[in-house]
C-alpha cells in the first residue's frame, strides 16, 4: 500500500500545469487527482516547511475529527490538535521532521491516548517534497494500527505466559526442531537417521537440563538429538523405532539417555510431534526422571526374588522335616504302639487272666490299634510317602478316598495324568494345593460334593477343585490373616506356575492351579502370576 502511494505522489509532484491547458483542464485532473486520493483507507497529508497542512484526504480528516474533535484547516499545526499532556510525544516526531526537511524519509510510531483512556497506535511515514532539487514540502502517511498491536501485545502476553509455564514447571520440558523437515511416509529407519542428523534442541526448561546435570535450560540450546539418545545405544534406537511407528505421538514411553557426566539415566517421556503436510516439523515433549524409581524396583525385585528363594527353601526344610516326622511316627511310634496291642492281646489270653482284667486288655488293645491307625493318618497327612512311590495322581487318589471317608463328603476326581514322571516339587505343590484346598472345604463351606479335576493339555497340568458349599467374599478374605491361600500362592509361584481362586457367597468355591511340566524351582524365572476373582 505505501508503494502504492509513493508512486501516486510522485506522479502528482510531476503533475505540472502546461501553459497551454486551461483552467478546467487543470481543475479536471486535479479533482480525479483527489478523488483518487480520497479512494485511500490510510491518512494522508502534505505539509509546509513549518509543519503546517497543505492537503489531506478524507480519511485523514475523518481521523482528526473521531481522535481529537476538530475539523482540520489549511495552516493547521499537529500541535493545534494534540492535547497538552500529548505533546511530549510530538518533540521526537519534530526531530524526525526536520531530517524529513533536510531530504531524508523518516518511519516512526506514534502513541495517543484518547480522551476517554483508549491508546491508539498509529505508523507514520514522512518523504520530502521536492521542487527543483530543493525540498518545499513534507509528505505524511499514517496507518492506525492499533488492532495490530493489540494483536501483537496478546501475542507477546501469550508467550511470555507460556515461557513462563515452561520455566518454572516442575515438568521437564523440551522441544526439538528439524533443520529440514522429516516426510513421515519413509521408512523408519531412514526417518531416524535424519532424526539425528538435523534434530536439535530449540526449546528446554531449567528442570530438564538439571536431569541432565546442567544449571540452565539455555544451555541446552543448540545440542543434538545423538547428545542425549547415543545412536550407539540399542535402547536409544528402539525407543526411537516405537515412536515413529506411532506417528510420534505417544504417551508415558519409557526413554533412556545419558547426562552431562556420561550416566545412564532413564525417563518417563510424553512426545508430541508438530507434522504438517505430510512432514515432521519438531517435536515437543515433557519427561519425569525415574532412575531412582527404577533403581529402587529393581532392588524391591531383588528383595522379592530373595525372600521367594527363602520361601522355596523354607518350605523345602519343611518338607523335609516333615518327611522326618513322618517317618518316625511311621518306623517308630506305630511300631512301638504295634508291640503293645500285641502284648495287652497276649495277656488277655493267658489263663490266669479274669475276665474283668481281660475286657480291660481287649479295650486297651482296641485303643492302642486306633492310637496306630490315628498316627499313621497324621504320617501321610505329614509326607504322603505314596506320591514319591507312585506318582501324583494315585497319591491324590489316596487322600481323596481318605478324605471322603474320614469326613464323609463325596469327592469325584478325574485324571488322564497316569504315572507320567515329573519333578517332585511340582508334585508335591499340586498335592498340597489339593491337600489345603480340601481342609479348607471341611473347616469352611460345608458343601455337599466335590469335583476335582487333574489334566494335562501339552505341556500345562491344569489342577481344578469346585465345591458347592456356601463361597466367599474373595475381597473380605483378603483381609483374613490366615496362612492357607498365601502358602498356596507360595508354592505355585515356586514352580512358576499360577493359581486363582473363584467364589460368591452361596455359590461354591473353584480354585484353578496350572504349571508346564517341564518347570520346577531350579528353572524358576519368576514371572508366575496370581489371580483372585469375585
Same mark, same amino acid.
Given at each position: 500500500?505505501?508503494?502504492?502511494?509513493?508512486?501516486?505522489?510522485?506522479?502528482?509532484?510531476?503533475?505540472?500545469?502546461?501553459?497551454?491547458?486551461?483552467?478546467?483542464?487543470?481543475?479536471?485532473?486535479?479533482?480525479?487527482?483527489?478523488?483518487?486520493?480520497?479512494?485511500?483507507?490510510?491518512?494522508?497529508?502534505?505539509?509546509?516547511?513549518?509543519?503546517?497542512?497543505?492537503?489531506?484526504?478524507?480519511?485523514?480528516?475523518?481521523?482528526?475529527?473521531?481522535?481529537?474533535?476538530?475539523?482540520?484547516?489549511?495552516?493547521?499545526?499537529?500541535?493545534?490538535?494534540?492535547?497538552?499532556?500529548?505533546?511530549?510525544?510530538?518533540?521526537?516526531?519534530?526531530?524526525?521532521?526536520?531530517?524529513?526537511?533536510?531530504?531524508?524519509?523518516?518511519?516512526?510510531?506514534?502513541?495517543?491516548?484518547?480522551?476517554?483512556?483508549?491508546?491508539?497506535?498509529?505508523?507514520?511515514?514522512?518523504?520530502?517534497?521536492?521542487?527543483?532539487?530543493?525540498?518545499?514540502?513534507?509528505?505524511?502517511?499514517?496507518?492506525?494500527?492499533?488492532?495490530?498491536?493489540?494483536?501483537?501485545?496478546?501475542?507477546?502476553?501469550?508467550?511470555?505466559?507460556?515461557?513462563?509455564?515452561?520455566?518454572?514447571?516442575?515438568?521437564?520440558?523440551?522441544?526439538?526442531?528439524?533443520?529440514?523437515?522429516?516426510?513421515?511416509?519413509?521408512?523408519?529407519?531412514?526417518?531416524?537417521?535424519?532424526?539425528?542428523?538435523?534434530?536439535?534442541?530449540?526449546?528446554?526448561?531449567?528442570?530438564?537440563?538439571?536431569?541432565?546435570?546442567?544449571?540452565?535450560?539455555?544451555?541446552?540450546?543448540?545440542?543434538?538429538?545423538?547428545?542425549?539418545?547415543?545412536?550407539?545405544?540399542?535402547?536409544?534406537?528402539?525407543?526411537?523405532?516405537?515412536?515413529?511407528?506411532?506417528?510420534?505421538?505417544?504417551?508415558?514411553?519409557?526413554?533412556?539417555?545419558? *547426562?552431562? $557426566?556420561?550416566?545412564? %539415566?532413564?525417563?518417563?517421556?510424553? +512426545? @508430541?510431534?508438530?507434522?504438517?503436510?505430510?512432514?515432521? &516439523? =519438531?517435536?515437543?515433549?515433557?519427561?519425569?526422571?525415574?532412575?531412582?524409581?527404577?533403581?529402587?524396583?529393581?532392588?524391591?525385585?531383588?528383595?522379592?526374588?530373595?525372600?521367594?528363594?527363602?520361601?522355596?527353601?523354607?518350605?523345602?526344610?519343611?518338607?523335609?522335616?516333615?518327611?522326618?516326622?513322618?517317618?518316625?511316627?511311621?518306623?517308630?511310634?506305630?511300631?512301638?504302639?504295634?508291640?503293645?496291642?500285641?502284648?495287652?492281646?497276649?495277656?488277655?489270653?493267658?489263663?490266669?487272666?479274669?475276665?474283668?482284667?481281660?475286657?480291660?486288655?481287649?479295650?486297651?488293645?482296641?485303643?492302642?490299634?486306633?492310637?496306630?491307625? *490315628?498316627? $499313621?493318618?497324621?504320617? %501321610?497327612?505329614?509326607?504322603?510317602? +505314596? @506320591?514319591?512311590?507312585?506318582?501324583?495322581?494315585?497319591? &491324590? =487318589?489316596?487322600?481323596?478316598?481318605?478324605?471322603?471317608?474320614?469326613?464323609?463328603?463325596?469327592?469325584?476326581?478325574?485324571?488322564?495324568?497316569?504315572?507320567?514322571?515329573?519333578?517332585?516339587?511340582?508334585?508335591?505343590?499340586?498335592?498340597?494345593?489339593?491337600?489345603?484346598?480340601?481342609?479348607?472345604?471341611?473347616?469352611?463351606?460345608?458343601?455337599?460334593?466335590?469335583?476335582?479335576?487333574?489334566?494335562?493339555?501339552?505341556?500345562?497340568?491344569?489342577?481344578?477343585?469346585?465345591?458347592?458349599?456356601?463361597?466367599?467374599?474373595?475381597?473380605?478374605?483378603?483381609?483374613?490373616?490366615?496362612?492357607?491361600?498365601?502358602?498356596?500362592?507360595?508354592?505355585?509361584?515356586?514352580?512358576?506356575?499360577?493359581?486363582?481362586?473363584?467364589?460368591?457367597?452361596?455359590?461354591?468355591?473353584?480354585?484353578?492351579?496350572?504349571?508346564?511340566?517341564?518347570?520346577?524351582?531350579?528353572?524358576?524365572?519368576?514371572?508366575?502370576?496370581?489371580?483372585?476373582?469375585?
Amino acid at each position: 500500500m505505501f508503494t502504492e502511494i509513493k508512486v501516486m505522489w510522485t506522479n502528482m509532484k510531476e503533475f505540472r500545469v502546461k501553459e497551454h491547458e486551461t483552467r478546467e483542464e487543470f481543475q479536471e485532473r486535479f479533482s480525479e487527482f483527489a478523488a483518487l486520493i480520497n479512494s485511500i483507507d490510510d491518512l494522508v497529508c502534505s505539509r509546509d516547511l513549518e509543519g503546517a497542512l497543505v492537503v489531506w484526504n478524507d480519511a485523514f480528516a475523518e481521523s482528526i475529527r473521531a481522535s481529537f474533535g476538530v475539523e482540520p484547516y489549511v495552516g493547521m499545526k499537529t500541535v493545534d490538535y494534540l492535547a497538552p499532556d500529548q505533546r511530549d510525544n510530538f518533540a521526537q516526531q519534530q526531530k524526525l521532521f526536520q531530517q524529513v526537511l533536510a531530504g531524508e524519509k523518516q518511519i516512526s510510531e506514534f502513541t495517543y491516548t484518547l480522551p476517554n483512556g483508549e491508546t491508539n497506535y498509529f505508523d507514520i511515514r514522512w518523504s520530502p517534497i521536492r521542487k527543483a532539487d530543493k525540498v518545499i514540502g513534507v509528505v505524511e502517511f499514517t496507518q492506525n494500527i492499533t488492532e495490530r498491536k493489540k494483536i501483537e501485545n496478546e501475542l507477546r502476553l501469550s508467550d511470555e505466559r507460556f515461557r513462563a509455564f515452561v520455566i518454572n514447571s516442575s515438568e521437564a520440558i523440551w522441544c526439538f526442531e528439524l533443520e529440514q523437515p522429516i516426510n513421515i511416509c519413509l521408512p523408519v529407519d531412514e526417518q531416524i537417521e535424519l532424526a539425528y542428523k538435523h534434530a536439535y534442541i530449540s526449546e528446554a526448561n531449567d528442570t530438564y537440563a538439571r536431569f541432565l546435570g546442567y544449571e540452565k535450560g539455555k544451555e541446552l540450546k543448540g545440542f543434538r538429538l545423538d547428545d542425549f539418545m547415543p545412536r550407539s545405544l540399542p535402547e536409544s534406537i528402539n525407543t526411537l523405532r516405537q515412536v515413529v511407528t506411532e506417528q510420534y505421538n505417544i504417551v508415558n514411553i519409557e526413554t533412556y539417555g545419558t *547426562d552431562k $557426566h556420561g550416566e545412564m %539415566r532413564m525417563f518417563l517421556n510424553n +512426545i @508430541i510431534g508438530i507434522v504438517e503436510e505430510g512432514h515432521l &516439523l =519438531r517435536a515437543w515433549g515433557t519427561l519425569r526422571d525415574i532412575t531412582e524409581q527404577k533403581e529402587a524396583e529393581k532392588e524391591l525385585k531383588e528383595s522379592q526374588k530373595d525372600l521367594r528363594n527363602l520361601a522355596g527353601r523354607l518350605l523345602s526344610v519343611q518338607e523335609e522335616e516333615r518327611r522326618r516326622l513322618a517317618r518316625e511316627l511311621h518306623d517308630d511310634l506305630t511300631q512301638r504302639l504295634a508291640v503293645l496291642a500285641i502284648d495287652a492281646g497276649k495277656l488277655k489270653m493267658k489263663q490266669s487272666c479274669s475276665s474283668e482284667a481281660a475286657g480291660v486288655l481287649l479295650s486297651m488293645q482296641e485303643k492302642l490299634i486306633k492310637i496306630s491307625e *490315628d498316627v $499313621h493318618s497324621i504320617s %501321610r497327612q505329614l509326607h504322603p510317602s +505314596i @506320591i514319591e512311590d507312585l506318582g501324583l495322581e494315585d497319591g &491324590l =487318589r489316596s487322600e481323596i478316598n481318605n478324605f471322603s471317608q474320614r469326613e464323609g463328603i463325596p469327592v469325584s476326581f478325574e485324571s488322564n495324568l497316569g504315572s507320567g514322571n515329573l519333578p517332585l516339587d511340582i508334585v508335591i505343590c499340586l498335592f498340597r494345593i489339593t491337600q489345603e484346598s480340601l481342609r479348607n472345604i471341611k473347616k469352611h463351606s460345608k458343601a455337599k460334593n466335590v469335583t476335582i479335576k487333574l489334566l494335562l493339555q501339552g505341556d500345562t497340568i491344569f489342577l481344578k477343585i469346585r465345591d458347592n458349599g456356601q463361597g466367599f467374599d474373595p475381597k473380605e478374605v483378603r483381609k483374613l490373616p490366615g496362612l492357607g491361600l498365601k502358602s498356596m500362592r507360595e508354592r505355585i509361584r515356586l514352580v512358576n506356575g499360577s493359581i486363582s481362586y473363584t467364589s460368591q457367597p452361596n455359590q461354591g468355591t473353584e480354585v484353578s492351579a496350572e504349571v508346564n511340566r517341564h518347570s520346577s524351582r531350579d528353572f524358576q524365572s519368576n514371572n508366575s502370576s496370581e489371580k483372585l476373582n469375585d
